[in-house]
């Protein structure tokens, strides 16, 4: 079965510093993964997504993320945090012949303090 | 074509009473689907359209509730007799092919039952 685990509720940032939300996975055969960021009372918006390819995925909104097949995670970075950085992010996956079907995690909250 | 539109943005309803919720998709996107959020968690499907066939139902779904998307364009999502474990955000997303590329979520339907 796939599942998503982000294991921190939350992660506090200065503004200015680099960030990093963790996501690790598990799915059988080839991963598809994906951040998304929610802001309060509003659906989600895509930030990036690993198909294939360069490990190394860049985003939107100078994000990036880095896709560790051994290590079956896919963190979500940014070399330096802006405080309208703060919101919730969500790491997805789906699996091949999932009908595209997303499993989401728990959602991780970055706090951005100036 | 601005994104995928949700209405209403906001329902609040007695318990036992049937509401209804809307969504249109993006025109081109022949896949449409439905999560389901309650607060403090991430998104959890609920069924997918390709164009007008629905693919996939998820055990979430009770015999309460039903989804159409009759002429493979707009999407309803019904429950009837509505109960207060059914309060939360239901969210339609859309895409093009298989899915497996991500896709463009609307701002959801918020679903108070009081």
């Known amino acids: 079965a796939q599942s998503v685990a982000q294991p921190e509720d939350q992660v506090n940032v200065a503004e200015g510093n680099p960030l990093t939300v963790k996501c690790t996975y598990s799915v059988s055969g080839n991963p598809y993964l994906f951040w998304y960021v929610q802001y309060p009372n509003r659906g989600l918006q895509f930030l990036l997504k690993?198909?294939?390819?360069?490990?190394l995925v860049k985003g939107s909104y100078g994000f990036e993320a880095e896709f560790n097949k051994s290590q079956t995670s896919f963190h979500l970075k940014k070399p330096s945090a802006l405080v309208s950085d703060s919101a919730l992010y969500f790491c997805?996956?789906?699996?091949?012949?999932?009908?595209?079907?997303?499993?989401f995690g728990q959602g991780t909250e970055l706090s951005v303090k100036p | 074509d601005t994104g995928v539109s949700q209405d209403p943005r906001h329902k609040i309803t007695k318990r036992g009473q049937n509401v209804t919720f809307r969504c249109d998709p993006i025109s081109e996107h022949n896949r449409l689907y439905w999560y389901r959020q309650t607060l403090g968690q991430g998104p959890e499907f609920l069924t997918y359209f390709q164009n007008e066939a629905q693919l996939e139902k998820s055990r979430l779904l009770s015999d309460r509730f039903s989804a159409e998307r009759p002429k493979g364009s707009f999407s309803t999502l019904e429950i009837q007799r509505t109960e207060q474990g059914d309060s939360a955000m239901y969210l339609c997303?859309?895409?093009?092919?298989?899915?497996?590329?991500?896709?463009?979520f609307g701002s959801g339907t918020r679903l108070t039952v009081v």
């Open positions: 997303a859309s895409t093009e092919g298989a899915g497996n590329y991500g896709y463009t």
């Open positions: 690993y198909i294939t390819g360069d490990n």
């Open positions: 997805a996956v789906s699996g091949d012949n999932q009908g595209g079907k997303l499993i």
